[in-house]
């Protein structure tokens, strides 16, 4: 499995990005999908993630400002992000977890200015 993510860049305060996922490899229907964030300093954390089921779960401090979605027929997972604030600043790595084993891909930088 690999992963591509896109999508990041600079962006004012209050705007809204929306981060790309590609994924290559085995069907993801059954797979559950993530988006984390790290920013400089700062250990990793889960921002957003969608189960196989489809529930999802957010980070308190991203609920109701970003959206976790997914295409598997694109084989494509997405990150709606509105509202967004300077402290959303970090790289952002998509994950996929399939057959017990979760896939990171590179991440890509969000930088929310003041």
């Known amino acids: 499995v690999q992963l591509q993510a896109s999508g990041g860049g600079l962006v004012q305060a209050g705007g809204s990005l929306r981060l790309s996922c590609a994924a290559s490899g085995p069907n993801m229907l059954y797979a559950g999908v993530a988006w984390y964030r790290q920013a400089p300093g700062t250990e990793r954390e889960l921002v957003a993630q969608?189960?196989?089921?489809?529930?999802?779960v957010y980070a308190d401090s991203v609920k109701g400002r970003f959206t976790i979605s997914r295409d598997s027929v694109k084989k494509m997972v997405y990150l709606q992000m509105h509202s967004l604030k300077p402290e959303d600043t970090a790289v952002y790595y998509c994950?996929?977890?399939?057959?017990?084993?979760?896939?990171w891909g590179q991440g890509t930088q969000v930088t929310v200015s003041s």
């Open positions: 994950t996929l977890t399939t057959w017990g084993r979760e896939y």
């Open positions: 969608q189960f196989s089921g489809g529930g999802t």
